[in-house]
């Protein structure tokens, strides 16, 4: 195992589509998978996409609230998701590869998502809440998207060292 280096916003890797995986359960494939996992947890993450360790293909790793329920890390390859709602709740986000920032990101509340793990298995899920925004961040990592290009204003992008001005806010 190993810990990678996580690109940063401005990296050419972090806003290409990536490449579809021809095959999931590739040792190597596997191995990337472990070292992914490594580096999200170093790094204090929840989720982690190829593209983020400089690799451009359609593997994300994610910790969800269902830990439990679903052994703990997920890891997807080629994963497919879909909007369940027309609906869109605003909620804060952060990112690796945005270090220091945080931002109001609108998310769909539903969502279902598919793809085969490295182990071989099909994963069909609909999930909601949290759940479904980890997925739809890190899925979009996966076409060269990044969470500020998914907000509607801009004023809510912060350096986390302020944010204390928007929970006061949020009390009063
Ligand atoms: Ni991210």
New binding site residues.
């Given amino acids: 195992m190993a810990i990678l280096k996580i690109a940063k916003m401005g990296h050419p890797v972090l806003q290409r589509r990536a490449e579809e995986v021809s095959d999931p359960t590739a040792p190597q494939i596997r191995k990337l998978v472990q070292d992914m996992i490594e580096t999200m947890h170093d790094a204090q993450g929840r989720?982690l996409a190829a593209p983020?360790v400089h690799v451009p293909l359609r593997i994300v790793v994610f910790i969800t609230p269902e830990d439990l329920e679903f052994e703990g890390v997920t890891a997807i390859v080629n994963p497919v998701l879909e909007l369940l709602t027309e609906e869109r709740v605003s909620g804060w986000e952060a990112?690796?590869?945005v270090p220091g920032l945080q931002g109001i990101v609108p998310r769909a509340p539903k969502v279902r998502y598919t793809g085969i793990t490295p182990e071989g298995n099909s994963i069909d899920r609909t999930v909601e809440g949290f759940h479904a925004v980890v997925v739809q961040?890190?899925f979009d990592?996966l076409d060269g998207v990044l969470?500020p290009q998914r907000m509607d204003d801009l004023t809510g992008l912060i350096f986390e060292s302020e944010s204390r001005w928007f929970q006061a806010s949020e009390d009063t």
């Fill in positions: 989720g983020q990112c690796l590869s961040h890190e990592h969470y």
